[in-house]
């Protein structure tokens, strides 16, 4: 079997610098790749790229040190040259002296000055705080007294609502609220007359509510009346009543057999019976 390998050449783009670790697709599975830097590059068998520029590192800082040195040379040859200077003001050292005790002199009365400037401002704030604060407190005081009529009159407000509520809510019935324009009632009062106006109402019947002229009808209707009496009771009323007698089927039967053209009178007698006088 003949397998051929193409080989591409590796360029700049396919290294990938940093510090840090990279993931790259490979082989269809992510990968994860440590990025390129001087700390793991190898300059030699022992150190790398980092650890020579570390050691190096120290020798360029002192290079800037050894350039300074070098522009300083001129400087040094000028005060070789002015030995003889120096010598003079080396023999005037008592003098220099003198001098520089009395500057320091000065520059202590300078900073004694200062500090007692400061003391001054710190005392003069200190002052300026304590009026500030005077008026703070007499601020404070105003404002509890202000605070204490408030709540004084908070109270008698409180007191004088709790009153009025009071009223508004239980005053007697049929009285106008005292708080009110003269017209004005309390919840009470209004509560007895929806609970009157509810006692009074007319239930409605489940065969219909009544219409005008339904009380005139009942009205017509005499006391205890019915309409529901048998023949019997009915009978038993009829004969209860003066000048009204039982009328019997005998009685009926007998007057059958008479002759109306025969009777001449008939009697009706105090016991209820009937006399039929005849021919």
């Known amino acids: 079997m003949k397998v051929t390998l193409n080989r591409q050449k590796l360029g700049l783009e396919d290294l990938e610098f ?14 994860t790749i440590t990025q390129i830097n001087a700390s793991n590059l190898p300059f030699d068998n022992a150190q790398s790229l980092q650890d020579v520029y570390s050691d190096m590192q120290p020798l360029l800082d002192n290079a800037a040190n050894i350039n300074a040195a070098a522009n300083n040379i001129n400087n040094i040859n000028i005060v070789a040259s002015n030995v003889n200077n120096i010598n003079i003001a080396a023999s005037n050292v008592s003098g220099v002296n003198t001098v520089a005790t009395n500057i320091m002199e000065v520059l202590q009365a300078d900073i004694n000055a200062q500090t007692a400037t400061q003391k001054a401002l710190e005392a003069s704030n200190s002052a300026s705080a304590a009026a500030t604060s005077e ?16 709540a004084t009159n908070s109270m008698n407000s409180a007191s004088i609502s709790q009153t009025t509520a009071y009223n508004w ?7 106008p609220v ?4 003269g017209n004005e009632y309390s919840a009470r009062h209004w509560a007895n007359k929806a609970a009157l106006a509810v006692n009074t109402k007319q239930d409605i019947l489940s065969e219909g509510a009544f219409v005008n002229g339904d009380k005139t009808k009942l009205d017509g209707i005499e006391v205890g009346a019915t309409a529901d009496q048998t023949g019997a009771e009915i009978k038993t009323l009829y004969e209860a009543q003066a000048n009204t007698n039982a009328y019997t089927d005998l009685e009926k039967a007998t007057n059958n ?6 009777v001449t009178s008939v009697v009706f007698n105090a016991d209820g019976t009937i006399t039929i006088v005849t021919l």
């Not at 008026?135 to 408030?150: F, L, V």
């Not at 057999?257 to 025969?262: E, P, T, V, W």
């Open 18 to 31: 940093g510090t840090n670790t990279v993931i790259q697709t490979r082989g269809g599975k992510p990968v």
């Open 178 to 181: 005292p708080e009110g324009d």
């Open 169 to 175: 809510a239980t005053y007697t019935v049929d009285s």
């Open 257 to 262: 057999k008479i002759d109306n053209s025969l």
């Open 135 to 150: 008026t703070n407190a007499k601020t404070s005081e105003i404002n509890a007294k202000t605070s204490a009529t408030s």
